[in-house]
């Protein structure tokens, strides 16, 4: 089953970091995000991922390109033009690179893939999230139900501390960024029927989380699978660094390989 992998977008809200790179790009404990993703995937055999490029693409495809070097260490003999490598260090990958357009939205990058997908179930996250979900069980769960789409979902934790407040005013209770409001939201991680490309038209400006989700969502075709682990998305400068901080101090939930 192919892994579909979204790292098109201009990732505006990380500038700090964007303005040089694609947010997928950008490293947590030293290697891309988006090797962090493609590692969770890889940890429960599935190695073929399709990612879908666009803005700055040409830093992912360098990557890939030269992943050795990346990985491993080299010795270069300059006067004979070689290069040896002393340590390879690589996965079992194969990664096709597809460029879906500049401006393209989520929709349009997705639609853009079927020929690469053809009549077959695939996964589906975007290039800037991780979690530790048990990736054997979504697809589990998925075919329990016979439906188009699983959606992973997720009660992300708020912003602010929460203070349970008695009647006279005294605090009880003080909770550190408690779940938000309840409310289960789409995290990202998703198994998909070949027959979800009908419901994305062939146009750049289709949004995946607008008219297609909704579309499905009305005929009854999503179903969730609400994961109550650890999930976090690298939206700001703080996320990277909170996400820094875990992997820099052995506390990565994510990191479910050796």
């Known amino acids: 089953m192919k892994v579909l992998l979204l790292a098109g977008g201009f990732g505006t809200r990380l500038s700090e970091e964007t303005d040089i790179r694609p947010k997928p790009m950008v490293e947590i404990g030293g290697k891309p995000i988006l090797w962090h993703i493609m590692k969770i995937y890889s940890t429960y055999g599935f190695n073929e991922f399709v990612?879908?490029?666009?803005?700055?693409?040409?830093?992912?495809?360098?990557?890939?390109?030269?992943?050795?070097?990346?990985?491993?260490?080299?010795?270069?003999?300059?006067?004979?033009?070689?290069?040896?490598?002393?340590?390879?260090?690589?996965?079992?990958?194969?990664?096709?690179?597809?460029?879906?357009?500049?401006?393209?939205?989520?929709?349009?990058?997705?639609?853009?893939?079927q020929k690469f997908v053809g009549d077959e179930p695939f996964m589906l996250t975007y290039g800037d999230g991780v979690s530790?979900?048990?990736?054997?069980?979504?697809?589990?769960?998925?075919?329990?139900?016979?439906?188009?789409?699983?959606m992973m979902s997720s009660q992300p934790a708020g912003r602010f501390g929460a203070l349970n407040i008695d009647s006279d005013g005294r605090v009880s209770k003080f909770l550190e960024k408690p779940k938000g409001d309840g409310n289960w939201v789409n995290a990202g991680f998703f198994v998909c029927e070949p027959n979800v490309f009908d419901y994305i038209d062939d146009d750049e400006t289709v949004v995946f989380e607008q008219e297609p989700l909704q579309k499905l969502a009305e005929e009854g075709e999503i179903f969730t699978y609400q994961h109550q682990g650890f999930w976090k998305p690298m939206d700001s400068l703080k996320d990277k660094n909170d996400l820094n901080h875990l992997w820099d101090h052995g506390m990565a939930p994510w990191k479910i390989w050796n």
Do not use: C
Not at 56 to 81: P, R
Not at 135 to 148: A, D, N, P, V
């Open 51 to 113: 990612v879908l490029l666009g803005y700055k693409g040409y830093y992912i495809k360098e990557y890939f390109a030269n992943y050795f070097l990346h990985q491993s260490d080299v010795t270069i003999d300059l006067k004979n033009n070689k290069m040896e490598i002393l340590n390879n260090s690589s996965e079992p990958w194969k990664v096709t690179l597809l460029d879906t357009g500049l401006n393209a939205m989520t929709g349009s990058r997705i639609k853009k893939a």
């Open 132 to 150: 530790d979900i048990n990736i054997e069980e979504l697809l589990r769960f998925h075919r329990t139900h016979g439906k188009t789409l699983t």
